[in-house]
């Protein structure tokens, strides 16, 4: 990515997360061969870590691609980091309200002038005790549907020694060991065409989320659980550090 393109505040991210993040980390990174060489398409990471966009930020910028995150539009409120997400092109989505729709409008243009779209499908870090991939909601799926854009699974693992959201410990100790991987689109082309109803769309994500529970397994070298893990409803609130659309 010719740094020229950036722009002065897309440069300034960049030194502030890349930097960072070769002092924090020490990274193993697979599977870029996987990306679609152009054009627009989405990539939903697991989510067990507040560490975790950064860690695909860098991984994203890395490949050649500018990642635009979907995060809940109350971060947008906080002095500095709101001006930073802006000028950055991350995109905020107001939940349950009819913004949520321009939302989706938005991403639909971003794809179609071709950006990486980052979706967390569980729309906030993982509540399986062993930080599996939990159940998802449906904006990734909507958007691939609408879009005909490909899907791209992405694990990360190691995030959780950054920030663990089990104990809420922070650790700033350098090189700590982190593993990200792509996988191949998830193959979704038999729901081309389809109406966006519940069943498809539910089906659609756990497609997509069965995809990377098994990049992840890879990942932690151990068999992946049966089925995606369903989490109780009263425990998935939002942290705030991830949105969806609709």
């Keep these: 990515m010719a740094q020229r393109k950036l722009g002065f505040w897309r440069r300034v991210a960049v030194v502030l997360v890349v930097s960072t993040m070769r002092v924090w980390t020490k990274r193993t990174w697979t599977g870029m061969e996987n990306m679609p060489p152009g ?8 989510h067990m870590s507040q560490s975790d966009p950064l860690v695909v930020a860098h991984y994203l910028y890395a490949s050649g691609r500018w990642p635009r995150f979907l995060a ?14 802006t000028k950055t092109l ?3 989505v107001v939940r349950g309200s009819v913004e949520a729709a321009r939302s989706l409008d938005t991403l639909v243009h971003a794809i179609q ?17 062993d930080l599996w991939p939990m159940r998802g909601k ?3 799926a909507r958007l691939a549907l609408v879009t005909g854009a490909p899907v791209v699974p992405m694990a990360t693992w190691g995030t959780q020694g950054l920030h663990d959201v089990r104990t809420n410990k922070v650790s700033l100790k350098p090189r700590r060991e982190i593993s990200v991987t792509v996988g191949k689109p998830v193959d979704l082309a038999r729901f081309s065409g389809e109406a966006p109803t519940r069943a498809v769309l539910e089906q ?8 990377t529970q ?15 893990y369903n989490a109780p409803a009263a425990r998935r609130h939002d942290n705030g550090t991830t949105g969806q659309p609709l």
């Design 72 to 85: 809940k539009a109350s971060i947008w409120k906080i002095p500095v980091l709101g001006f930073l997400l």
């Design 113 to 129: 002038q071709g950006a990486v779209v980052v979706i967390y499908p569980e729309g906030t870090t993982t509540r399986e005790p």
């Design 90 to 92: 991350q995109i905020p």
């Design 204 to 211: 659609m994500t756990e497609q997509i989320q069965l995809a």
């Design 214 to 228: 098994d990049l992840l397994a890879d990942l932690r070298h151990e068999p992946a659980p049966t089925g995606i």
């Design 39 to 46: 054009g627009g398409f989405i990539v939903t990471p697991n």
């Design 138 to 140: 449906t904006g990734a």
